[in-house]
């Protein structure tokens, strides 16, 4: 491992040495090295193949910007070499090869590229029809990006809320300037940077020519950073997308900060782009900024002899960064014909440094999986080089011809990205309120234009918050030299001149796709994948508007780019799935159906007890709980039911605008069914509603209907406005429903302030009372058919009342039955549930509900529209029926209903009824067919005909004399 | 402190087994059993000023609302919070939260003196004012400490930093998908944050406490610990 | 996320309220034409530009209105539903004419 001296380094602990092992062979790196740079230091700089071709490739950014450093780790695939940490004994693997990475099979592939054409999969799969299923899986091989470890613990991921006056993303120059000057007094500043230090381009660029400037910048700025304590720093993290109203989420190791800012302030600086020549993807060709990262960041000399290509004064600090690390530089390759002379470039020539200017590196050549020279040319026109080659020697190439901001979040939040031609740049603007830019970004690149224009950016926020009332400068005149250059792209008869090094893109590529009539960038995109692999175009977007613009004779500011999308970097799934809520609602005797062995299942959020006992002996479990109920008593716990009180001199008057039947006339101490429609005449829930008093009802509602129920309420008496209170009581009650012939005799026993009587209390009659000293509601109901008293108690005191009752019916031999023995019990009755019986389109009428509609009403929801279809034909009607065929399968819920091959009906609920001893169920017919005694015809399970008998609701008890004992 | 058994009250804490679990000590409190502490009585205060949560779910509490019910309220002598979603400590030790125009949401002391709600809740009913079961209807956790606010940011969209959500105020809002009231209202310098929220949800929302609590060490105490946390100035 | 501003509580994460549609006066429900009446149940205007829309914030249960512009996606205010409905509406038989 080799080190340049410090102060090289900024990373690094020199202190703390880390074995890790890469392919299995074993390297050394320092603490605070990425796995690339800790590589670099050993000399390796072959990461990975690339995705289509399998060509080698190396660090190109050492930003975590690019997917040429994806390795594969033990349980991480794609982690991107120049990003992740090291970590002891990390085993590191290059993945996307065969064989090995230094000799990959796949490499072939890209002999055969002339087969491989933009398109490729479009044109080669489209037909014949299943061609792609048939190749899909060995071409998912080739191009698979690393292996799933599927035996992976899951870590904890967490998540947090975080609010902040003003968030700045990026902690570069601006961004430390824009944190600065926002934390004025009481405003709460968060900055954050994805690196693990802040100062930015600070930490590894140079700005004057005696290398000191950004040093001694970054110091002071992070010296005031950290003395005031209004800033909040957060390195390492990743603001991952920008949504409405500053909504940022935020990824620092396995947490999600989702951080709301009132003002957000983007200082995300730019990124070097890459110049696009023949083998502009072997490794040892890379971005200048990359290898001045390895060497200020890590201490790693990037290459022994180098060659710059440049079309800015960026390429001549890189040569004095090179030439001090002891990095021979063997020429700078400027595209511009007649550079300006500046410091940088005078510095440069003194040191000797041969300068060719008008020139291009028109392709770059390979041995040993590395760069070992590059071939230079006179540049003639646009693109178009002389024929006269020179070669230089060299293993490193630096790329320092021009940036493209880092306009993501800034375009996801509204803003418009434009090309400003003079400088060969693209440009934001449009932004909304409560979002600032400064910095690159915003194309500003002189280090005093940087700072000014991040104070200038947090004052717009202070005073947008309040905190200030300054008067704003003017923005300061962009400057008048680009660093980009406007054509770095120079076309070679070999191809292989990458402007998509994820996609294996080629100048062709792009050009085909528009000659194939993909003009548009959007198309172009998806017809060549450009900018659709892992660094979603930040590499590749200008290079490839400026080749469609040229290709299409447009602009490149009307060739603009795609779509940013979030999210900005990959996130692992962890970050989404983490600390979740799954809200779960017991009822207060939730336990005691533990306790008896119950199956409970969730409906919406509450737990309900299916039926008791082993899941095995489902059915006949099942069928001992109805038959209990029918020839002796049964406790079910109906705690989930919706409980509504409605109170006032206006309550019955609401009752009667709010459901379909009267309520105004009903007597004090009795129940009404009330059914619920909406405006379009739609059945959509119902219950009872009990008359405690005068102005006093008691309504109950279905369990998942109920907070609907009551929303659609409370939205009606916006609008009505009648001397009502409506209050949402369903968690406040306790319930159970005490049914079956000997319901009263077990009720009895601890209820002893009411009559129980029948001629007292009779059948849909309310009473208020106690049972077992508890303050209870009685209801007389009938849900499923036989004599029953629902019992509401204060939810606190629901175990007590359970344990009473099974006490009380100890003699009788109580038992406790679940919903599914309740859904066969109503269904026996002919009683429908709202939701499963009925859809999105059921009336009154075709639910045989038209008995509970009152014409009396000036008006109730749902009147008028079912006025209107009463006078129409009906379509279709709820009809039971009963399967005679010992033989046949019983038909199940959704089966369709046949008349001939002709779909006219479904069945929506259907069981073997244990007190009838056949199926029986409830489906939707073509109303001539509704008649009792029709025969219908069910597709049942393996597409088998039932054939069904329509008979007369209710299958059992039809008298309903049971319910009324 | 006597052998007691919360399942042998008639009113139950919908936690009371998650209690036993915890192994802590109960007392009495009307017609329920409240948990005293679950592990050293001396040390749960300390526990608490860090983080801790409370059931208090046995504790009193009521509720009215009603064009006429401020008014009235009034007249009983209750100190009105002057603004919704703002709430004040009565003379009594008793606290009113003010939900809206119309509502207002009444909860006993630390010790549960029920006086006030009692009082309340056996007057004839005035028009345009309407009772509300909250001691049936809403479960009642207390979060204290510190490191409160913090716990919360990973539960609650609302800042409720101290310095953001003052002593008084209420908020009603989503707190782990469910939803609840939250009110400040600390226990002499330590900051409190109640909880009323969906009774049938308590054990979820306990647990929810619990699990963004680990991360800062904090853990369930007992209501002697949260008296000597509100004697404390 | 977006943010919206509840007149009882404030602003709040717009995942805290619930939406309610968009509203439209009704027409006299006992004396409209089939084709109005229609209209109103099942029409809905998908209007570019400012809509009024009922929200819900759902921890509180309150209902109120906000005017929205549909094209940018921005609320230009929220106000409580006492401001269009003033006064009780009663409705009379269906012979009689129209909501007093």
């Known amino acids: ?965 | 402190m006597s052998e007691q058994k919360p399942d042998q009250a008639l009113r139950r804490s919908p936690l009371y087994r998650r209690h036993l679990q915890l192994n802590a000590r109960f007392e009495e409190l009307g017609d329920a059993l409240v948990v005293s502490a679950y592990g050293d009585t001396g040390m749960e205060p300390r526990l608490g000023v860090s983080l801790a949560v409370a059931d208090l779910c046995c504790l009193p509490r009521t509720g009215f609302k009603g064009p006429g019910a401020p008014d009235w309220a009034a007249d009983q002598g209750v100190e009105l919070p002057s603004a919704p979603n703002t709430a004040l400590a009565q003379a009594d030790g008793s606290l009113v939260a003010k939900l809206s125009h119309q509502e207002l949401l009444i909860c006993s002391d630390m010790q549960g003196h029920s006086g006030l709600i009692d009082r309340l809740n056996h007057q004839a009913p005035a028009p345009g004012v309407y009772s509300l079961p909250r001691a049936d209807s809403h479960s009642w956790l207390a979060v204290t400490g510190l490191l409160a606010a913090e716990m919360f940011s990973k539960i609650c969209g609302v800042d409720l930093r101290t310095h953001k959500f003052a002593q008084g105020q209420v908020a009603q809002t989503s707190i782990a998908k469910i939803n609840g009231v939250i009110v400040r209202h600390d226990l002499g310098a330590t900051p409190c944050f109640h909880i009323f929220s969906d009774i049938a949800s308590t054990e979820f929302l306990w647990d929810c406490l619990l699990d963004a609590m680990e991360e800062h060490l904090g853990v369930a105490i007992g209501v002697a610990a949260i008296r000597s946390l509100a004697a404390t100035e | 996320m977006k943010l919206l501003t509840c007149p009882l509580n404030g602003q709040r994460n717009i995942s805290e309220f619930t939406y309610g549609g968009e509203y439209h006066p009704m027409p006299n429900p006992n004396s409209t034409s089939p084709r109005k009446w229609a209209e109103y149940v099942f029409f809905h205007d998908n209007e570019a530009g400012v809509v009024i829309e009922w929200w819900c914030h759902t921890a509180s249960s309150f209902w109120f209105l906000a005017e929205r512009n549909t094209v940018t996606d921005t609320v230009i205010r929220t106000f409580e539903a006492s401001e269009i409905f003033k006064r009780r509406i009663d409705f009379v038989e269906p012979t009689s004419g129209d909501i007093t």
């Open chain 1, 1 to 965: 491992m080799q080190r340049l001296p410090l102060p090289y380094g900024l990373l690094i602990d020199r202190e703390q040495t880390i074995g890790f092992s890469f392919e299995n062979k074993s390297y050394q790196g320092f603490a605070g090295d990425t796995i690339a740079s800790a590589l670099a230091a050993n000399n390796q700089w072959l990461l990975s193949r690339s995705f289509k071709y399998h060509r080698p490739r190396g660090a190109l950014t050492m930003a975590g910007q690019d997917a040429n450093t994806m390795v594969q780790l033990p349980s991480n695939p794609n982690a991107l070499a120049d990003k992740e940490p090291l970590s002891a004994d990390l085993r590191v693997m290059g993945q996307n090869y065969s064989g090995s990475l230094k000799t990959d099979r796949g490499a072939l592939l890209g002999l055969f590229s002339r087969f491989l054409p933009v398109g490729f999969y479009y044109k080669a799969f489209f037909k014949p029809r299943g061609i792609w299923e048939k190749w899909a899986p060995l071409i998912r091989k080739k191009a698979g990006l690393g292996i799933i470890d599927q035996q992976l613990e899951p870590d904890y991921y967490d998540k947090q809320y975080k609010f902040y006056d003003v968030v700045v993303v990026g902690a570069g120059p601006s961004g430390m300037q824009a944190a600065l000057t926002a934390a004025v007094d009481g405003c709460e500043v968060l900055l954050v940077d994805e690196n693990p230090v802040l100062g930015g381009s600070l930490n590894y660029s140079r700005l004057d020519a005696k290398g000191s400037m950004a040093r001694e910048v970054r110091d002071l700025l992070v010296h005031d950073i950290e003395a005031n304590s209004n800033i909040t720093c957060m390195t390492n993290a990743t603001v991952n997308a920008w949504f409405a109203d500053n909504w940022l989420p935020i990824i620092c190791q396995k947490r999600l900060y989702k951080v709301r800012a009132k003002q957000t302030i983007l200082c995300t600086g730019a990124l070097e782009q890459q110049a696009v020549f023949h083998n502009n993807d072997l490794p040892g060709v890379m971005m200048s900024s990359a290898a001045q990262r390895l060497i200020h960041l890590y201490g790693v000399r990037p290459g022994k002899t180098a060659v710059i290509v440049t079309g800015n004064d960026d390429g001549y600090a890189n040569a004095l960064d090179l030439t001090d690390a002891g990095v021979q530089v063997a020429a700078i390759v400027d595209l511009r014909d007649k550079p300006k002379s500046s410091p940088l470039v005078r510095a440069a020539k003194r040191r000797g440094i041969e300068i060719k200017t008008g020139y291009a590196v028109y392709a770059a050549q390979k041995r040993r999986n590395h760069l070992a020279g590059v071939v230079i040319r006179k540049i003639l026109s646009q693109g178009v080089c002389d024929t006269q080659s020179k070669k230089i020697r060299c293993d490193l190439l630096c790329m320092a011809i021009g940036y493209t901001p880092t306009y993501q979040l800034a375009c996801q939040a509204g803003g418009q990205l434009s090309y400003d031609d003079k400088s060969a740049m693209f440009t934001l603007n449009n932004l909304p309120d409560g979002l600032q830019i400064a910095g690159s970004v915003d194309s500003y690149w002189d280090l005093g234009n940087c700072l000014e224009e991040g104070a200038r950016a947090a004052t717009i926020a202070t005073n947008g918050l309040g905190f200030t009332q300054a008067v704003i400068p003017e923005p300061i005149a962009k400057e008048k030299h680009s660093p980009n250059h406007s054509w770095p792209i120079f076309a070679h008869p070999k191809g292989k001149e990458f402007v998509d090094y994820d996609e294996d893109l080629t100048i062709a590529d792009i050009v085909n796709a528009t000659r194939d009539g993909y003009e548009h960038i959007q198309l172009v995109k998806r017809y060549s994948t450009c900018g659709m692999g892992p660094s979603q175009g930040r590499h590749s977007a200008l290079a490839a508007a400026r080749l469609v613009a040229a290709a299409t004779n447009r602009t490149v500011a009307e060739t603009g780019v795609t779509t940013a999308r979030p999210p900005f970097a990959p996130e692992h799934l962890g970050h989404s799935a983490g600390r979740s809520f799954y809200p779960a609602r017991r009822s207060n005797m939730h336990y005691r159906h533990i306790e008896a062995g119950a199956q409970m299942l969730q409906a919406g959020a509450w737990y309900r007890p299916a039926f008791y006992g082993e899941a095995t002996d489902r059915e006949n479990r099942i069928n001992n709980e109805v038959n209990n109920v029918r020839n002796n008593v049964g406790l079910v716990d109906v705690s989930t039911l919706g409980g509504l009180e409605v109170r006032g001199p206006d309550a019955g008057e609401f009752l009667n605008r709010f459901y379909t039947f009267g309520f105004i006339k009903q007597p004090v101490g009795r129940a009404r069914y009330a059914l619920l429609t909406n405006e379009a005449g739609v059945v959509i829930d119902d219950g009872v509603a009990c008359r405690f008093s005068h102005q006093h009802y008691y309504v109950t509602a279905t369990t998942g209907g109920v907070d609907r129920v009551y929303q659609t309420m409370l939205k009606w008496n916006a609008q009505w406005r009648l001397d009502v209170d409506i209050a949402n009581v369903t968690s406040a009650y306790c319930g159970v429903n005490i049914a079956g012939p000997r319901a009263r005799q077990v009720l009895a026993k601890i209820c002893s302030d009411i009559d129980l009587r029948a001629e007292a209390f009779p059948y849909m009659g309310v009473r208020e009372g106690t049972v077992a000293d508890i303050p209870a509601r009685l209801i007389r109901v009938g849900f499923v058919g036989e004599l029953g008293y629902e019992i509401h108690v204060p939810q606190q005191y629901g175990e007590a009342l359970w344990d009473a009752l099974m006490e009380a019916g100890r003699e009788e031999t109580i038992k406790p039955f679940g919903i599914e023995a309740q859904r066969i019990l109503r269904l026996e009755k002919g009683h429908i549930i709202i939701g499963q019986d009925t859809d999105a389109m059921s009336n009154p009428m075709e639910v045989q509900m038209g008995w509970a509609v009152s014409h009396k009403k000036p008006f109730f929801v749902g009147g008028r529209t079912i006025a209107e279809l009463e006078m129409k034909m009906p379509i279709r009607s709820l009809v039971g029926f009963v399967v005679n065929d010992e033989n046949a399968p019983i038909p199940l819920e959704s089966h369709l209903v046949l008349d001939g091959d002709q779909m006219t009906g479904r069945v929506t609920s259907c069981n073997y009824s244990p007190t009838l001893g056949k199926p029986i169920g409830l489906a939707y017919v073509q109303p001539h067919c509704a008649e009792p005694g029709s025969q219908i015809s069910i597709k049942s399970s393996g597409a088998v005909m039932v054939e069904a008998n329509v008979v007369t609701l209710p299958f059992y008890d039809s008298k309903t004399l049971r319910q009324e004992l």
